[in-house]
């Protein structure tokens, strides 16, 4: 066969993508800009609180990542780079989220003074530059970048984490936080490279095709190798998640880090790790609609067919698939000699429109209808390939499912005995972060049969993360606060904080009754999407894995109800320790204002569920076909 | 290459052999070593061998980049770290005997099941005879660079490879990356460089310096300064360094 | 069976599955901060080796992973030495904090 394309043609299809990607990428091209421009400010002038340069870019960055297009309809899936990365309403949800966190973030440590003028262009680039990691995780379609984009993001919060220098356990922090990074990032290489040696490809979507093909036929040899590789990429991405037995970073880390530190690695770097879980856990289990392409033995009968213009016989058209699906492997090995004209930079996406031209016999009138037959064909062998990758998704469903039920456990038991408030947040974000994780296992177990419970159970995930932003930046900006009043993050030193600082303790234990999920704060909500999906998941396939998750997740609750409460009891209740409160000073108007106006939503989400609800449900319409 | 192909057949078993088992046994020699000196100089001399097995296995470029970014560059700096630090107590080491037991088992295993993986793909297995003129075939720094800016000219004569499919440009990476670099080279110099006070490592000193950061941004709050002096330095170092001072 | 075959690709994985397992090791046990780090690179390397093997045409002519495997290789020995820069920045500054490069040392913060 004649090679179909030439190198102009390379070049030409180049530029068409860059410039198409360019313009869905222009969230992160704010970041780096604004990146280069901290550095070059500096060199301008020294007197510019560089603060006012960071909020900027962090709102430019907000508005260009435009979650506004997720009311107005659902966004298209469509892939950026030659296929690197992947544009939909996930990528703009979650981009939208970091965002927006970011703004929040950035006037939170304006207010708590850590970092200081003079290190605010290095520290602000460190936050820019993770954060950069943290959109490239939402978006990531290739192995490549999402290695790359683990190491974005996780670098740079290394140093994060000894912010302050000269302190011995922020130093001590970023040390066990480096080098316990660095290798699970090599753990995850490794498992990355097996299974890139496997599917003989780094893409995503071609992997998952062609695991469809390999995965009948594998050998014990090459199942052990699958199962390997999965299990070493879930070190890497369970590390940044902190998910239980790769916790042990996270209490230690935030005990040595700053607050302000914290609030960053709790919430921005779980949810872009949650994003990426996702996106790999639904690359590597179905097969996405526009990367399936009719193999040519069907488009020349179905040409006949068109060119006779006989609606009747689209009939025997599907009958003919459904023939194929059994010889399923054939099917995959007649794809190559399909007319693949775009295989390098053209979007998949235009597959779609492009093939009836391809085809260039269909006539214009019967357009419609071989569209559709085009589409019924490719659906049915989407299912085809779906079905051979059942093993990949109950594998990877159970594996997260047993990760989120340890986790969550583990999490809400070793809270129990702390006696310094960061060390204590930091077992629940890991509790919190197998909630989370919970979510997954009832989209894996229902992704490919049951469409719906798939995209309700990916959307309760969302509506989780948002309602996480809230509560965990509120409570490390509340602890950060009190620190520079009280001067202690012991829970001991905390007692009868009421008395002196009543805002801040009611707004704490609001967040800390949402952060236990109780009836009507948005903790709640968020527990309830993802436990109601679990639920439904249960329903549908009676998978006892489900169940088994539905009873820790209840069971959970129920523990962790009483180390939050002892918490705020110690505040409301405890005698005031009179050391600390020491010409009490009142609560600054600007700790105050932000609080309160952080903690709102934690009150009165429940008022605009409904459209946190909505939002989140277009975030994934288009990430599962 | 060719010619010793020529001449002797079994130069790539020869060659496979001799980088392996440098790779190897220098790697077993940065394990087995005491001496952080030593094992920087074996960590070269195995980094420089998995470099010619990249030569052999038809990654020349790779292997070139292996030699000057790792063995030229990465290593300068961990070299540079140990010169940094070494004192006398620093530079011999010993492991722990409980440290060394429970490490060879797992590591054991965990190389067991890796190899029975390395061995397990029928496809990985199975030997290919390669032609010469295949050999000849496989100069690729010209289509690597090309990658590197979003052509893939490989894909040229095969477009119709389903596999094809996968394969993407890299320029986006290529050029995030440098970002990356630019972030991670303002993340060392901020660690590394040496802040007023940074040296300090009793707790007066490191005291003043949180009041420094904490003083200039909430100056509104200020009462009186004796107070904040005071008040400040206990807030910022009670919780965390309390327990250093016995 | 080595010497008189041709070499595949699982001899060249099996030198990287050492490599990863020796540093592996080298990073669980070593004391000095500097070994630990020596240690990430072996891992790395192991994993890279890997790469290159799937991706060699000379090895594997019917491979399809192709130049793929070449170009991650190399964006992983970039990551890695940018890796390296900050944790021996991270290490330096532990040294200047506590006087020390022994990771034992580091266990103020007992998780």
Not at chain 1, 440 to 455: F, K, V, Y
Not at chain 2, 74 to 103: C, E, P, R, S, Y
Request: aromatic share 8%; with cysteine; net charge negative.
């Amino acid at each position: 066969m004649e090679p179909t394309t030439d190198f102009y043609q390379l070049i030409d299809a180049l530029k068409a993508d860059s410039a198409n990607s360019l313009g869905l990428f222009m969230p992160e091209v704010t970041l780096c800009v604004f990146i280069a421009l901290f550095l070059a400010v500096r060199l301008i002038t020294t007197k510019l609180d560089l603060f006012w340069v960071a909020l900027a870019g962090a709102v430019v960055g907000l508005i260009s990542s435009n979650p506004l297009q997720l009311c107005s309809g659902a966004v298209e899936s469509e892939e950026m780079f030659t296929g690197l990365l992947v544009h939909d309403g996930l990528t703009v949800a979650v981009r939208s989220i970091l965002m927006l966190f970011l703004v929040l973030f950035l006037i939170f440590t304006k207010i708590s003074g850590v970092p200081d003028k003079e290190d605010g262009a290095d520290v602000y680039s460190l936050i820019f530059g993770s954060t950069l990691g943290m959109c490239l995780m939402t978006s990531a379609n290739h192995l490549l970048i999402v290695f790359l984009a683990i190491e974005m993001a996780g670098v740079p919060s290394y140093v994060l984490a000894g912010l302050i220098k000269g302190r011995k356990r922020g130093s001590e922090a970023a040390l066990k936080y480096a080098i316990y990074g660095a290798g699970a990032a090599g753990v995850m290489l490794y498992g990355i490279s097996l299974l890139v040696g496997l599917a003989g490809t780094a893409h995503l979507p071609t992997m998952a095709l062609q695991l469809a093909e390999i995965i009948p036929a594998a050998g014990l040899g090459e199942q052990a190798v699958l199962c390997l590789a999965a299990v070493m990429i879930a070190v890497g991405i369970a590390f940044k998640l902190s998910a239980v037995p790769f916790h042990f970073w996270a209490p230690d880390v935030f005990h040595g880090a700053c607050a302000e530190v914290n609030a960053f690695l709790s919430v921005a770097s779980k949810a872009a790790a949650l994003a990426l879980l996702l996106r790999l856990a639904v690359g590597l289990g179905s097969v996405p609609l526009n990367e399936v392409e009719i193999p040519q033995i069907l488009e020349v009968q179905h040409e006949s067919i068109m060119s006779e213009a006989a609606p009747t016989q689209l009939v025997s058209l599907e009958d003919q698939v459904a023939d194929d699906k059994s010889a399923e492997p054939a099917v995959v090995e007649e794809t190559a000699d399909a007319p693949a004209n775009d295989t390098e930079a053209e979007p998949a996406a235009d597959d779609s429109d492009e093939e009836p031209v391809a085809e260039g016999a269909a006539e214009e009138t019967i357009d419609d209808e071989a569209q559709a037959a085009a589409l019924a064909t490719r659906l049915a062998i989407k299912q085809a390939h779906d079905e051979a990758l059942s093993p990949v998704r109950n594998f990877i469903g159970l594996l997260i499912a047993f990760f989120a039920v340890v986790t969550a456990t583990f999490g809400n038991l070793a809270a129990y005995g702390q006696t310094n408030i960061k060390r204590l947040l930091a077992y629940s974000t890991i509790a919190h972060a197998g909630y989370m994780m919970m979510s997954i296992a009832p989209l894996m177990m229902t992704l490919g049969t049951d469409h719906a419970g798939a995209e309700q159970a990916a959307s309760a995930l969302i509506q989780y993360i948002v309602v996480y932003v809230f509560l965990n930046l509120g409570a490390f900006s509340i602890i950060a606060f009190l620190r520079n009043y009280v001067g202690s993050e012991e829970i001991e030193d905390y007692s009868g904080m009421v008395k002196s600082r009543p805002s801040l303790v009611i707004c704490l234990a609001l967040i800390f009754f949402s952060l236990v999920g109780l009836p009507p704060l948005s903790g709640f909500l968020g527990k309830f999407a993802i436990f109601a999906s679990l639920a439904d998941g249960y329903s549908d396939t009676g998978s006892m894995a489900l169940l088994i998750l539905l009873l820790a997740g209840g069971i959970n609750t129920a523990i962790s109800l009483f180390y939050y409460l002892g918490v705020i009891k110690t505040m409301i209740m405890g005698e005031p320790n009179e050391e600390h409160h020491l010409g009490d000073r009142p609560v600054g108007d600007m700790e105050m204002t932000y609080v309160i106006l952080i903690t709102i939503p934690t009150v009165f989400l429940i008022v605009c569920w409904q459209w946190v609800a909505g939002f989140a449900d277009e975030a994934v319409k288009n990430f599962i076909s | 290459m060719d010619l010793i192909a020529v001449a002797w057949p079994y130069w790539h078993q020869f060659f496979f052999v001799l980088f392996a088992a440098t790779a190897i046994g220098f790697g077993f020699g940065v394990l087995l070593s005491k001496n952080v000196v030593r094992m920087a100089f074996y960590l070269v001399l195995s980094l420089g061998s998995t470099a010619g097995l990249f030569f052999l296995a038809g990654a020349e470029f790779v292997g070139a980049m292996q030699l000057m970014i790792y063995v030229g560059g990465t290593m300068v700096l961990l070299i540079f770290g140990v010169m940094l630090t070494a004192q006398k107590d620093f530079i011999n080491m010993d492991t722990h005997t409980q440290d060394w037991i429970l490490a060879t088992i797992v590591g054991g295993s965990l190389l067991m099941v890796l190899l029975f993986g390395a061995f397990g793909s029928e496809d990985w297995k199975t030997p290919q005879d390669i032609t010469d003129a295949e050999v000849q075939a496989t100069k690729e720094a010209t289509p690597l660079g090309l990658a590197l800016t979003g052509i893939r000219v490989d894909t040229l004569g095969e477009s119709t490879d389903a596999v094809a499919e996968g394969k993407s440009g890299y320029l986006m990476p290529f050029i995030i990356v440098s970002i990356h670099l630019l972030v991670v080279l303002i993340g060392a110099a901020y660690m590394a460089r040496t802040k007023k006070l940074s040296h300090a490592t009793d707790d007066k000193s490191s005291r003043a310096k949180l009041m420094l950061f904490k003083m200039e941004h909430e100056e509104e709050q200020l009462e009186e300064e004796q107070y904040v002096v005071t008040h400040r330095a206990k807030s910022a170092l009670n919780p965390l360094d309390s327990e250093n001072e016995d | 069976m080595l010497l008189i075959g041709t070499v595949s690709v699982s001899w060249y994985l099996a030198v990287g599955a050492v490599l990863f397992v020796l540093g592996a090791v080298c990073m669980a046990t070593k004391r000095n901060l500097l070994g630990v780090l020596m240690g990430v690179e072996l891992v790395l390397n192991g994993a890279n080796m890997n790469f290159i093997a799937f991706g060699s045409k000379v090895l594997r002519p019917e491979g399809s992973l192709g130049l793929d495997g070449q170009l991650i290789a190399l964006f992983v020995i970039v990551l890695a030495a940018a890796e390296a820069a900050v944790a021996l920045a991270i290490a330096l500054n532990f040294y200047n904090n506590h006087n020390t490069v022994d990771v034992d040392r580091a266990n103020e913060l007992n998780g």
